[in-house]
């Protein structure tokens, strides 16, 4: 199955778009793996190329110099075949990053306000959630990108029961409906 998969890929890479704490990363290795693909994710490039955590990047040269350097690193990445690449919850903010993003299959892992919360309620990394309502920030931050995010080739809804696997065979047999015969 996952062989007949590789061969309509034709190596176009997988972007995995969607909220901090949707799990792009985790599920970004798991599907890279099951397709034979690389994995790739774009704040860890964008960490490496900047030499400093994205914590520091917000705090000492603010959220536009941060979006400019995920738009040179996702630029970069895009050159690459055969990836499975887990983006950043804002890449969608930036018109010039959908470019790059439509050269490959966009799914977005869509996943509540409330499991996002769980899941990152003790994660004192995440700049944008340093705020005194956190639940409401995560609120906020996913109704002004839902539109953005909705225009993904896939959307998988993730449910707190599924696990990851299920979710990864629920992604291999959704991709097909978007693969141009």
Known sequence: MERLLNERLQGINLYLIGMMGAGKSTLGRMLAYELGYGFVDTDNLLEKA????????????????FRQLESEVLAQVCAFTKLVIATGGGIVLRRDNWSYLHHGI??????AVEILYNRLSEDTTRPLLQDTDPQGKLRSL????????????????????????????????????????
């Open 142 to 181: 996913l109704e002004q990108r839902q539109a953005l995010y909705n225009q993904a080739d896939l959307r998988i809804t993730i449910t707190q029961e599924e696990t990851s696997e299920q979710t990864i065979t629920r992604i291999i047999d959704a991709i097909p409906s978007v693969l141009k015969n």
């Open 106 to 111: 966009i799914i977005w892992l869509d996943v």
């Open 50 to 65: 900047a030499g400093k955590t994205i914590n520091q990047l917000f705090t000492e040269e603010g959220e536009a110099a």
